[in-house]
């Protein structure tokens, strides 16, 4: 049965799901094509149960899809709440690329003001002292 979490809010369930390694790394496998539950199993160090209760959180992100061949549940990636992940840290990537970027323009300025100051006091500093020298 889905969480009311997953049921409301699809990006919260899915980073959910993402945030164990097994589930990662059953991801990972599944992006190589689909695999039954004891294939899936395999580089664990778990039981069956085990992998199933995985299984079971990914299958509520909607994040594999599970069908039936007799006995056998092939499960098989569901690229789209990946994207959806990608899209959205993507967008918050942008952003803040875009406050870096404008923070490195403004050091930048705050550099050249500086420099022009200091340009500035040598100049005065070069005046004060040949002041009343003769020419």
């Known amino acids: 049965m889905p969480t009311a979490t997953a049921t409301r809010d699809p990006l919260s369930a899915t980073l959910a799901a993402l945030a164990d390694p097994t589930r990662r790394a059953i991801l990972a496998r599944l992006a190589q094509g689909e ?11 778990m039981s069956l149960p085990a992998v199933s209760k995985h299984l079971k959180v990914l299958e509520r992100a909607h994040l594999i899809e599970r069908s039936r061949h007799a006995q056998w549940r092939p499960c098989r990636l569901a690229p789209e709440p990946l994207k959806e ?15 870096l970027d404008r923070l490195d323009e403004y050091l930048s300025e705050l550099q050249r003001e500086s420099a022009g100051d200091r340009r500035q006091e040598d100049a005065m500093e070069h005046q004060e002292q040949h002041e009343g020298e003769p020419r």
């Open 35 to 45: 695999a039954a539950v004891t294939e899936l199993a395999e580089p664990f160090a």
């Open 85 to 99: 992940v990608s899209d959205w840290v993507e967008h918050y990537r942008r952003l803040w690329e875009e406050r």
